[in-house]
Each structure stands twice: as structure tokens, then as C-alpha cells.
């Protein structure tokens, strides 16, 4: 697993999140809390984890750990207010058992895998 410092000129010249799609559409997966991030990802169709409060905002719904408005997010919620110690636990878990699952292959689906991305052409 490698992370790549982008920088701070993602979307500075772009604007609108242009930038970070592109690179959103090349990752196997994006793990964020509830941030605009994570509702790019969900809406690009790439793989994303979000870790939830106890208490989240409406939309996440309640008991459940998957959305209706992103069909590639997973949640992972905390069982008590505060305690991210468990989310994160249930995180390495299910990404370690995802690795060892993949052994190199990509995690995107097919309509990704292969997909051009380009940043600030017409």
C-alpha cells in the first residue's frame, strides 16, 4: 500500500473538485469521514469507506451498513458516542481481510479499472 502526497495544488488551478475526481477515479478505495470527499466518491462510483458517529447526519439512515444514495459505500459507525477506537479497529479489519483477499488485483470494478481520466481538457 503506498500514499502519494498530491499536494497543495489539487484543484487550485481546476477549482470544483475537478483534480481530486480525476485522482479519485484512479484509487482502490477512499476511507474518510462524512466530508464532501466522501460524497464525490460516492457519486463517482469508487469505493468508499465512511466512518459515522453514533449520532449521524439524516441521510445515513440508522442500523445499517450501507447506503441507498451510494450503492459503493460501506459505513462504519461508531457503537457509542466517541468511541472511533472500535471504527477504526472494524476498518483494519475489514481492509486487512480485503488485501489479503486481492493479493494485486485492483479493487476497482471493471468500469473503472480501465477508465482515462484527463484534467482541464474541453
Not at 21 to 31: N, S
Not at 39 to 44: D, I, Q, T, V
Not at 107 to 114: I, N
Amino acid at each position: 500500500m503506498r500514499v502519494h502526497d498530491l499536494g497543495k495544488e489539487l484543484d487550485e488551478e481546476t477549482g470544483l473538485f475537478m483534480d481530486t475526481a480525476a485522482v479519485m477515479m484512479h484509487l482502490d478505495l477512499v476511507i474518510t469521514i462524512d466530508t464532501a470527499i466522501a460524497h464525490l466518491a460516492g457519486a463517482l462510483g469508487v469505493p468508499v469507506w465512511l466512518l459515522l458517529s453514533s449520532a449521524p447526519d439524516w441521510r445515513w439512515l440508522l442500523d445499517r451498513d450501507d447506503t441507498p444514495w451510494y450503492p459503493t459505500m460501506r459505513l462504519f459507525r461508531q457503537p457509542r458516542l466517541g468511541d472511533w477506537e472500535t471504527v477504526l479497529q472494524r476498518v483494519a479489519t475489514a481492509l486487512t481481510s480485503l488485501l489479503s483477499r486481492q493479493k494485486g488485483r485492483s479493487l476497482l470494478s471493471p468500469v473503472h479499472a480501465g477508465t482515462k481520466v484527463t484534467i482541464g481538457e474541453d
